[in-house]
T-cell receptor
Framework: DTAVSQTPKYLVTQMGNDKSIKCEQNLGHDTMYWYKQDSKKFLKIMFSYNNKELIINETVPNRFSPKSPDKAHLNLHINSLELGDSAVYFC????????????FGPGTRLTVT | GNSVTQMEGPVTLSEEAFLTINCTYTATGYPSLFWYVQYPGEGLQLLLKATKADDKGSNKGFEATYRKETTSFHLEKGSVQVSDSAVYFCALSEKAAGNKLTFGGGTRVLVKP
């Protein structure tokens, strides 16, 4: 019944590793997003996909690569992890048209040691 | 570009006190405005929204009015409960900006019994 789900919930890894975070939504939405929340709780958009097509790519290092196999999934792959990548990553989705509120997943807390 | 400024916390209140969290925005066009709430250890939940000037969003006793003349969307609740302790985020989205959410820095609210 979870609308937007993410896995894993916690991820602890070492610098230099490559990791992926998965996101799935069962709301039938066309648009999905990735946000990063830093240690001070500041939230910033990273990427947005509409129907599997990239529409927003903020100034994110190219070590971050989103992949959308279908419109219900948006995964985030991170290469060569750095200490500064430690944060909570939130996936969200929204429908096209309407008031465009976004529905968020529970977040993935990434800790790079 | 777009930006959202909200009062810094933490805001500490006693139960049944009146809560106001100020939020002002800068936008190039005509944005939709939102308040999201993040309870400890959880993701973001939409609290309320407003899509045009003078609209009032309301939910769970919280209210906010879209004031175009003052570019503000202040959040209020007349009588807070301990369960309202959370971080509150003001945000805007614009269709021209790909509907991404631009967030304020968040305001932590702590309600004491």
């Amino acid at each position: 019944d979870t609308a937007v789900s993410q896995t894993p919930k916690y991820l602890v890894t070492q610098m230099g590793n490559d990791k992926s975070i998965k996101c799935e939504q069962n709301l039938g939405h066309d648009t999905m997003y990735w946000y990063k929340q830093d240690s001070k709780k500041f939230l910033k958009i990273m990427f947005s996909y509409n129907n599997k097509e990239l529409i927003i790519n903020e100034t994110v290092p190219n070590r971050f690569s989103p992949k959308s196999p279908d419109k219900a999934h948006l995964n985030l792959h991170i290469n060569s992890l750095e200490l500064g990548d430690s944060a909570v990553y939130f996936c969200a989705s929204s429908a096209r048209g309407g008031p465009l509120e976004q529905y968020f997943g529970p977040g993935t807390r990434l800790t790079v040691t | 570009g777009n930006s959202v400024t909200q009062m810094e916390g933490p805001v500490t209140l006693s139960e049944e006190a009146f809560l106001t969290i100020n939020c002002t925005y800068t936008a190039t066009g005509y944005p939709s405005l939102f308040w999201y709430v993040q309870y400890p250890g959880e993701g973001l939940q939409l609290l309320l929204k407003a899509t045009k000037a003078d609209d009032k969003g309301s939910n769970k006793g919280f209210e906010a009015t879209y004031r175009k003349e003052t570019t503000s969307f202040h959040l209020e609740k007349g009588s807070v409960q301990v369960s309202d302790s959370a971080v509150y985020f003001c945000a805007l989205s614009e269709k021209a900006a790909g509907n991404k959410l631009t967030f304020g820095g968040g305001t932590r609210v702590l309600v004491k019994p």
